[in-house]
Nanobody, 123 residues
Framework: QVQLVQSGGGSVQAGGSLRLSCAAS??????MGWFRQAPGKERGFLAA????????YYADSVKGRFTISRDNAKNMVYLQMNSLKPEDTAVYYC??????????????????WGQGTQVTVSS
């Protein structure tokens, strides 16, 4: 079976850093990414990376602060989060897809999702 198991997250002060990890099993994915969802808001795109060329994509809100990386040998994807802000507080989800069409920033592109992990950034 396909599984995406997340680890990392927690509570930090503004300006701090966290690293999220997502371990995939059961399938090789064309694209893997990260989304987040704050209370009362839609799940939104953060970052994604392709397997074919390791090209990263970022939401404007996290460019220069977050870095996505992928270890194909381990079938894992990571999100290094630096300079965290209180508005980054949300549940973070890793996601994966086997498709090659559609917007990489859209939740509809992704077939599989991790369980989510809470990130809380205090002032």
């Amino acid at each position: 079976q396909v599984q995406l198991v997340q680890s990392g997250g927690g509570s930090v002060q503004a300006g701090g850093s966290l690293r999220l990890s997502c371990a995939a099993s059961g399938r090789i994915f064309s694209n893997m990414g990260w989304f987040r969802q704050a209370p009362g808001k839609e799940r939104g795109f953060l970052a994604a990376i392709s397997r074919s060329d390791n090209m990263p994509y970022y939401a404007d809100s996290v460019k220069g602060r977050f870095t996505i990386s992928r270890d194909n040998a381990k079938n894992m994807v990571y999100l290094q989060m630096n300079s965290l802000k209180p508005e980054d507080t949300a549940v973070y989800y890793c996601a994966a897809t086997t498709t090659f069409t559609g917007a990489i920033t859209s939740t509809g592109r992704y077939d599989y999702w991790g369980q989510g992990t809470q990130v809380t950034v205090s002032s």
